[in-house]
């Protein structure tokens, strides 16, 4: 059973920068793509960062050039940097795992993001 435990959430200054770590465990890391999500209150859950088994990255268009989405197939993990943090970047944080074939995605159980002054 894969199981995925964020880490590196908390409260920061506009402008600031915070590093999220997810480890990934019960399964074969390399095989999944792995993504970054949020949600913040009142809003549905969106994609932010997503990165392929082989390394290519997608981002959302609010954060392209301010976060950095990163794996670790040594160490089973994922990375998403995030600089110049702005308060709209406030709200929980989700890693995701999805397996293509059979297509099966797994969630964490989320990490708080909290942008203010």
């Known amino acids: 059973q894969v199981q995925l435990v964020e880490s590196g959430g908390g409260l920061v200054q506009p402008g600031g920068s915070l590093r999220l770590s997810c480890t990934f465990s019960?399964?074969?890391?390399?095989?999944?793509?792995m993504g970054w999500y949020r949600q913040a209150p009142g809003k549905e859950r969106e994609l932010v960062a997503r990165i392929s088994r082989g390394g290519i990255m997608d981002y959302a268009d609010s954060v392209k050039g301010r976060f950095t989405i990163a794996r670790d197939n040594a160490n089973n993990a994922v990375y998403l940097q995030m600089n110049s943090l702005k308060p709209e970047d406030t709200a929980v944080y989700y890693c995701?795992?999805?397996?293509?074939?059979?297509?099966?995605?797994?969630w964490g159980q989320g990490t708080q993001v909290t942008v203010s002054p």
């Open positions: 019960g399964s074969i890391f390399s095989i999944f793509a």
């Open positions: 995701n795992a999805e397996r293509a074939v059979p297509r099966l995605y797994y």
